[in-house]
């Protein structure tokens, strides 16, 4: 089915949870774990032993605080924590510490998707099953690794303002590469630093109110994301076209399958029995604190695109992958304070021929210093050296570093010379009489043979455009 | 040597700053006095003798706080044979301060009870009558004091179970300011009740174990310290000071107990205090309110007890759930798992607003009470417990009649203010105590009166023979 014949639209708003990159985990002292041995960064308070009482994290305060700003929030002046009860292995207090109904900060917005609030946490433990169904049911055993408990979280909750699965994507992306740019998180989603829900629901195009809506949890990708909710929109469209009703319930996505399943009903749904956290007091972000928070919030890639097109005349496109990326937009911008007659030429350079040599990394991580692409690019538009040969150059800079003229002089990269040029291409039209006689009576394809044969006898040191002009000069045309 | 028996832990530690007697002297005495406890008070005593057992008198410490390898149950058999890996601040306070650990004492479960007769470990006797209760939940604290197998103890107060107890063995008892003292390392009962404090033979041992305790703890976010040192107590007279004497016209209140607090009031004024009646038109609802905010606090807090990490594991479950269940049925008593399906259900979607929330509403209700009292008074007087130590058995069916047995201690942990409980007389042979309450961190000044009036009581009795 596609967009234009659709009958419903759906409505989405999205969930993420991003674990925080502070030292130490949110209530005690123990350090954030990364894949260290089991049950290792423990202690008394993250383990829930007899007698314990949390303490915030004030620097998990500080990055929630520069989220809210960086979204443009309300700060609440005072906010609280409550308790989220539950019995459940990975939950050792059997309740979550989080917030609810006086969150660190509501409102806001990101791009064209209003906020609604932004909350801090904790995370749970780590269970892992043994056993064939990877699951608690049916698993031989099950143990826990308590190294992850306790990790800060920050709950990102948007209004239902997502309009395609696309969209909700999109949306996703800005949020990672925004919170990425903060430093306040990791935002890789394969390792759960980053989780993703969508509460999705469709209504009939034109209708104000919203259906009934499903929850899909935990997709660890936003490819699957847009997948999942593409797969959730179809089965409620098919079920309201065969008359039934949407229920209210939480489901999993499987993204080999491609199915969907119930994880939990609206009557399954727990009472999690939610009170003021006793052992707390109100968090209330003094001036000082929230001005240290504005001062470290640096440039956001909305921001950042936005100035890259209106500034330096980029495409769309091209601005936006410069900022989704910072690590690109940061090399992109030292490179072009160094030269700055080629804002586009050496953007596409950055995009194009950087990044297929870097992957998703991180350009600074090689040899190659900014100024030094910079010069090849000038040297490019200048033409110095061809652009092929210039990829060849970048080749060689990347693993070894150094100066491009160096690399040009040392490989014998340099544009061919215009005498030298003369020389090959009169070489070109004396071996080929034929090409020459179809050229002459009127078959232009036939100019690709000569300059071909140039190409050839220069190695990519010519421009193919120049070497045709050459031609038609000398041949008349 | 058996001449310390008699003397309170101020002159003991006078005593061995003096050099008069070694701090190792008065420990192994204390230690051979704890070793001799017939009454239940003690559920472990140490055996050796620490290597620098301090200038201070060694101190009995209630189950429920955690101490580095020594078993900590909190009076529960859920947590039979636990060792903790950590002290709690409250504890080490007082060990940095020269007094070491004697022993832990016997409690009613998870201090929730009145009696002492809720410990998954047994009963403990009350000195001055063996057939009665010693009053709870730091009953065991209270009645090693009382009986001199202890020079002092430390316990936790949510409701009265400080005051209380210590009304009913004929000592004293301090429950601080909420915040006064760090609750980190305290086995959580009610977190915004629960409060540490001194179980003493006088008013002087009071105060020189609050300095020891007091102060912000940076594992405690709710803790606060004093504002000021506290200074030891010297007061003579109380001229100028007023009185607010509130519940002596309660019904339910022992014919006899009111007649030895009336008989106090008249010696604030033979000391130069004046007395007057004092409403607190919200406080009678304490009880209702103290039966929906420290079940429902307690549901959450016993929450992690589950036979996962440590404590009690039932042998008897075929899956998560059932080990969950079992545990939990098996390892805490009647009382703690009726305050938990109270909490569990006063916080239910549904029915939070009517309990909680209107609970809520009480309490700030008594805290502005309170305030408005302590506009017209320094103090406000109560008679501890409406009666004096009751039978062994006498209210164990009766779940409400034993709730009752708090009515006035309950507010004061309501509002966080502190509230001193002294010794003022006896009734039927059986100690009355006389409490005193007044503004948060007046500590200082509740201790300062308490002294001129335990000058002019002059209660004696303890230990008893």
Redesign the interface.
Known sequence: MTEAVRQYEPVIGIEIHVQLATRTKMFCGCELSFGEEPNTRTC?VC??????????NAEAVHFGLMIGLALGCEIAPSSIFH?K?Y?Y?DS????QISQYDIPLCTGGRLGDVRIHRVHLEEDAAKLVHAGSSGR?HGAESSV?DFNRCGTPLVEIVTEPDLRSAAEAAEFGRLLQATLRRMGVSDVNMEEGSLRVDANVSIRPAGQASFGTKTELKNMNSFRFLERGIEAEVARQEQLLAEGGTIQQETLHFDPEAGSLTSLRSKEEAH?Y???PE????PMAPTEEMLVRARAALPELPAARAERLERELELPADTAKLLSFRSELGDFYETALAADSDHPRRLANWTINELTAAVGDGDPADTKLEPPVLARLVAMVADKQVSASAAREVLAVLIAKGGDPAQVIEAQGLGRAGEEELGDIVDRAIADNPDAVEKIRAGKQQAIGALVGAVMRETKGRADGGEVQQMIRAKLGE | MSDLLGLTAATQAELIASGEVSGAEVFEFWRGRAAEDDLGAYLWVEEETPADPGRLPPVAVKDL??VEGVP?S?GSRI?EG?L???T?TSVRNLQEAGAAVLGKTNQDEFAMGSSNENSGFGPVQNPWDRGRVPGGSSGGSAAAVAAGTAPWAIGTDTGGSIRQPASLCGIVGLKPTYGAVS??????F???LDQCGPLTRDVTDAALMLRALEGRD?????SLGLPEAVTLPSAERLDGLRFGAWGLAEEGLDPGVAEVCRRTLDRIEELGGGVQEIELPSAGHGISAYYVVAP??A??NL??Y?G???GYRSPHYDD?LGM?ENTRAEGFGEEVKRRIMIG?YA???GY?EAY?GTAQKVRSKIAQDFAAAFEQVDFVVTPTSPTVAFELGERTADPLAMYLSDYFTVPMPLAGIPAVSIPCGLSEGLPVGFQIAGPAFSESRILDAAYALERTIGFEGVPVP
């Open positions: 008394p383990l829930a032993h007899p007698g314990v009482l949390p303490v915030t308790r009860n019995f292995p050792p207090k059997a309740y608690i826990v009472d029995r939610y009170f006793p052992d707390l007091v | 706080f955690c900590s909190a947590l636990y903790p890996v950590y709690a609750r980190y390392g305290m086995i959580a009610a977190s915004s940076p594992c405690d976010s709710t429902a606090e549901s959450a929450a992690r589950d996962v990490r440590y998560l969950y569990t916080l239910s979607s939070y909680y």
